[in-house]
């Protein structure tokens, strides 16, 4: 896959604004243990189960698939799964979901964004997880020339990496709150972020033959964002297991892949003939069209 740059400035091809991310699919190496882990913690609900398969989210389409294999390790250094991340309705929401990792001291790490404020962890096996919401009230950030930025509502500057204010966020919240509630229906992945071997090559990918639009890159930071219809990001990537990563090797735990839900027929077309013009492969599966970026995540397209 080329490293050149000229794709940034492509214009003539967008997926569609309405594109979002799917459900995201794990290999596990302890199926029991991620079930309960997601359900405890973060309140999902099991919504099916079949031998070494398991489908868990809110009560509606699935959030998070998980497949166990035998004898399987944690690699680093390699590309593969950040976070994915589960956006909440709310603010009230995401505190009582925080509220409830603090009181099962479950470590995690409060931070403010300022457009969105979230908190992050990992669950039993090392796989990263992000759960925020929107708060583009408090301001916005951008990626310009190179750089990262970010505004408060003010106009004061921030560094986009503060502590959250998790007292303020808590005032969200009443006495009669509980915290073992499941997770809201509302909820669903909002988006995910990817280890990768080239920030401008998977740039270049995810906006050059898919279509998302391209966010910025800032190389100071190692990394870069797309998205669709101008969300802030659907896809984050970075290179901060190291320029050049190999993929996992076949006995890892991690991202098996993570689903890119196109609203139409049409739109799911469009994608699929610049991705046969550049002939990268792809296979039909159950869920939808399965093929590899160049640092070898794999996503599957779907119609929703």
């Known amino acids: 896959m080329s490293t050149k740059t000229n794709t940034l400035t492509q214009t003539e091809f967008s997926i569609h604004p ?5 459900h995201v699919s794990l290999t596990v190496a302890n199926l029991e243990n991620q079930i309960l882990f997601y359900q405890q913690v973060l309140g999902f609900k099991l919504h099916w189960r079949e031998g070494n398969k398991a489908g868990l989210g809110a009560g509606g389409v699935d959030l998070l698939r998980l497949t166990e294999e035998p004898n399987l390790k ?6 593969g799964l950040y976070h994915f991340a589960v956006l909440f309705p709310n603010r009230r929401e995401l505190a009582r979901v925080l509220a409830r990792l603090f009181a099962l001291k479950v470590r995690n790490y409060p931070t403010d964004h300022i457009m969105t404020k979230t908190t992050y962890l990992d669950d039993l096996e090392g796989n990263g997880i992000e759960l925020y919401c929107e708060s583009p009230e408090d301001g916005s950030w951008t990626l310009k020339d190179g750089k990262y930025e970010t505004r408060c ?3 004061s500057w921030s560094d986009g990496r503060e502590p959250l204010d998790v007292n303020a966020l808590f005032s969200h919240l009443t006495a009669d709150d509980r915290l073992d509630e ?14 990768v071997r080239n920030v401008q090559e998977a740039v270049d990918f995810y906006h050059g033959i898919l279509g998302f639009d391209p966010m910025g890159v800032a190389p100071e930071f190692q990394m870069g964002f797309v998205s669709a219809g101008g969300y802030h990001h659907h896809i984050g990537l970075n290179t901060w297991q190291g320029e050049g990563a190999p993929p996992p090797p076949a006995d890892a735990v991690g991202l098996r892949h993570f689903t890119v839900d196109l609203p139409n027929q049409q739109a799911l077309d469009e994608v699929v003939m610049r991705i046969t013009e550049a002939g990268i492969p792809f296979n039909q599966t159950d869920d ?3 093929l590899y970026d160049p640092s070898q995540n794999g996503m599957v397209l779907r119609t929703v």
């Open 182 to 195: 499941p997770a809201p229906p509302e909820i669903r992945v909002g988006h995910i972020h990817l280890h």
């Open 288 to 290: 939808g069209l399965l």
């Open 153 to 155: 509502a003010d106009g």
């Open 18 to 22: 309405a594109t979002l991310i799917g």
């Open 74 to 79: 944690k690699y680093r250094g390699v590309t």
